[in-house]
């Protein structure tokens, strides 16, 4: 609905264009499934495109999701903090530095600068590693063992704090946020 609050007037004809390409999607899954059958529909499009999209769904999660990332309260969120509550991961060792042009490699650089083109994403996660230093986060882990200790760990954050980090099913966090002035990104850096 392009009068929805969630958008502005100016992105009217963008939403409808959309609106219309999922349209036409599904009318022409609808019609290969008729004329053709479901089971080959979904066997070249359905299932693939499942697949596609959980490995997204996996890499989003990870990127996103670890107890050593702060998440803040909305008194003291700013872009930068909420641009640097991301993780860098290895997808799959050579997958995702070739196939998938270091997605999950360089995401905290995209954060950062979401125009910088996949070719020169590999030079500015060097140039944020120098400059973030221990506010840079990145793991080398399987992101198959990540996705596991994500779902163990990983299971809520307090709401009355001002930095949080997830906690466990026990209620224990594995880091502690504070705040200090003048403020910054509200991590301990000496646990």
């Not at 009217?12 to 019609?31: C, E, N, P, R």
């Not at 003291?76 to 060792?93: E, H, K, M, N, Q």
């Not at 060097?126 to 793991?139: D, I, N, T, V, W």
């Amino acid at each position: 609905m392009p009068n929805s609050v969630i958008f502005r007037k100016n992105h009217k004809w963008q939403i409808l264009w959309s609106d219309f390409g999922i349209f036409a999607i599904v009318a022409g899954l609808t019609y290969w499934s008729r004329q053709r059958s479901f089971t080959e529909m979904m066997m070249y499009y359905g299932i693939p495109y499942l697949l596609v999209n959980s490995h997204l769904i996996h890499i989003t999660f990870l990127q996103h999701t670890d107890v050593t990332l702060p998440h803040y309260s909305d008194k003291v969120w700013t872009f930068p903090r909420g641009a640097l509550s991301t993780i860098d991961r290895t997808f799959y060792w050579f997958v995702g530095t070739y196939m998938v042009h270091g997605l999950c490699e360089t995401h905290v650089a995209h954060h950062i600068c979401s125009k910088i083109p996949h070719y020169h994403a590999w030079e500015a996660s060097e140039a944020l590693k120098k400059f973030l230093g221990p506010h840079y986060h990145r793991s080398d882990e399987n992101m198959l063992v990540s996705l596991w200790k994500s779902h163990r760990e990983c299971r809520f954050i307090e709401d009355d704090v001002d930095v949080a980090f997830y906690k466990n099913h026990h209620g224990f966090a594995h880091r502690a946020g504070i705040m200090v002035s003048p403020p910054d990104s509200g991590v301990e850096l000496s646990s």
